[in-house]
């Protein structure tokens, strides 16, 4: 099991900044891949970064050079600084954990925090 939560979010102005935090515990050894992924009303969940074991890093287009990823190296703490913020970027943002899956070994898991909502306006 691995268990997820999310802090940070907030009421920012159009150009601001934010920094997203994620506190994870139990089987994290189980997770190849982390990130941030978010949800507007209406819409698909959508993938914002990930980042790999190897510390590969990949972001959405909509946020290339504008949100960075960033973890501690046992991967307890994921942060997501987001800057430039649009309002377009408002959503709830999910923490993930992309796991092998403790049944099949052909599997994954995808664990999931209860989100933080990010909400840009003016």
């Known amino acids: 099991q691995v268990l997820l939560v999310e802090s940070g979010g907030g009421l920012v102005q159009p150009g601001g900044s934010l920094r997203l935090s994620c506190a994870a515990s139990?089987?994290?050894?189980?997770?190849?891949?982390m990130g941030w992924h978010r949800q507007a009303p209406g819409k698909e969940r959508e993938l914002v970064a990930t980042?790999?074991?190897?510390?590969?890093?990949n972001y959405a287009n909509s946020v290339k050079g504008r949100f960075t990823l960033s973890r501690d190296n046992a991967w307890n703490t994921m942060n997501l600084q987001m800057n430039s913020l649009k309002p377009e970027d408002t959503a709830i943002y999910y923490c993930?954990?992309?796991?092998?899956?403790?049944?099949?070994?052909?599997?994954?898991?995808?664990?999931w925090g209860q989100g933080t909502q990010v909400t840009v306006s003016s």
């Open positions: 993930n954990c992309n796991a092998l899956s403790p049944t099949s070994s052909r599997r994954t898991i995808d664990y």
């Open positions: 139990g089987s994290i050894f189980s997770c190849n891949v």
């Open positions: 980042i790999f074991r190897g510390g590969n890093t």
